[in-house]
């Protein structure tokens, strides 16, 4: 049975938002989606709730994190963990006709539940955007791009982008350990960032003490773009090696973008979605210890929705970016129009007034307050329609 107290608590990682970070994320979004529109990108809503077997198995988030219900007809559905599906999904149904590339944009809440009460959220705000349909490198540099110019926009000072590429990770590790199932536990390793573990797992394998050197060797990759010539010597494989060559025109690409300042090689990034394929990357802030944004190329998702094309896309968490730059929507002046009965309609024609002009006007009657003066410390500007009515309705001050 519930306890009245329990009535009142929220599900484990779901968030109220008040009134002042409300204020603050509105503004955060409207830059970003601004940006975006600015760059020919389209904003487009899918549902809250999709198929569990269209969408939740193919959105790459653990199953044990989705919120799962089920329909009337008793279908399985599930509280969309990501975007980046859906779009799939959308581009693949309703825009089947359109030619790619596509170019689109959203804000969404999403949902990933939580096992413990870590402070994780468990619904948040992602604004992000996927380019559908061009496998080229212009392609992620485009979207890298976007990315930074649209937190420029925000006011967010002191950021950095980690680009790293699946196709090397994956190529290098492979080479050196020979099948896939011993190269995935160290990519996990990876995934996890958990450095040390990665260490003492590489040394209590039965690999020549170069080879082990080549993986301490990955651990190192990160920096500028000195760093290619490094990552030329430690990878064999065609795959390894096209994949640097990838990331080196990138580079160059940003570099053109007027970019390169925001950007840090690091080639053992592994991000936790698994229909990456490529480049890949995360934004850090100065102020967070956690990425506030991530994306990358997932040139095999279409596929699955019989639609196959390259795409690269990006999302950023709303809710972290309003943690890094803190509250910043700039305060509204507020006016409050206090009246009594007999002056009702006076007031009810100025607080129209005020309101046409764009100002912010609260109307409250005299008597449905207790304490007129506490509620006057709530405000900018306060205007007393009370007493007799003056001539030409003026308000008393
Ligand atoms: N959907 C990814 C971000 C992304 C968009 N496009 C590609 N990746 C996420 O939620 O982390």
């Known amino acids: 049975m519930l306890s009245k107290l329990f009535m009142f608590e929220k599900p484990l990682g779901m968030r109220d938002t008040l009134p002042e970070l409300y204020e603050t994320k509105t503004y955060l979004r409207t830059e970003i989606v601004n940006e975006m529109k600015r760059w020919g990108y389209q904003m487009v809503e899918t549902p809250t709730v999709e198929y569990y077997d269209t969408i939740g198995a193919k959105s790459a988030i653990l199953d044990q994190q989705l919120f799962k219900l089920m329909d009337k007809q008793g279908y399985s559905l599930v509280l969309r ?47 992000g955007a996927e380019l559908i349909g061009d496998g080229s490198v212009s392609a992620d540099a485009e979207t890298i791009a976007l990315l930074i110019e649209s937190l420029k926009r925000t006011g967010l000072q002191q950021f950095k982008l980690a680009i790293g590429h699946v196709g090397f990770v994956d190529a290098l ?37 170069i080879d082990k050197k080549r993986l301490f060797g990955l651990l190192k990759l990160r920096g500028g773009n000195e760093l290619f010539e490094q990552a030329l010597k430690l990878v064999e494989s065609e795959q390894g090696k096209a994949a640097l060559e990838e990331l080196q025109e990138l580079w160059t690409v940003l570099k053109e973008y007027g970019l390169d300042s925001f950007i840090t090689m690091d080639l053992n990034l592994v991000l936790h979605m698994s229909y990456y394929t490529g480049t890949v990357f995360e934004v850090y802030s100065q102020e967070l210890g956690v990425p506030l944004g991530s994306g990358g190329r997932y040139d095999e998702l279409l596929q699955q929705f019989n639609r196959p094309a390259q795409a690269i896309g990006f999302g950023i968490r709303l809710d972290l970016l309003a943690e890094a730059v803190g509250q910043i929507a700039p305060t509204e002046y507020r006016t409050c129009v206090i009246f009594s009965r007999e002056r009702r309609a006076e007031a009810i024609g100025q607080a129209r007034q005020l309101r046409e002009e764009g100002q912010i006007v609260v109307l409250q009657d005299l008597n449905g307050i207790a304490n007129v003066d506490q509620m006057s410390e709530d405000y900018d500007d306060i205007l007393y329609v009370i007493g007799k009515s003056k001539q030409g309705g003026q308000a008393d001050e």
């Open 81 to 127: 963990p990501d975007m980046t599906a859906p779009i799939a999904r959308l581009v693949s149904s309703s825009l089947k006709q359109t030619a790619y590339p596509i170019r689109l944009g959203y804000h969404s809440n999403l949902f990933r539940a939580q096992q413990y009460d870590g402070g994780r959220p468990a619904e948040f705000e992602q604004v």
């Open 173 to 209: 590790l492979l080479e050196i350990v020979g099948n896939k199932e011993r190269a995935e536990v160290l990519r996990r390793f990876l995934y996890e960032k958990n450095y040390v573990g990665f260490r003492s797992h590489v040394k209590g394998l039965q690999l020549s003490s």
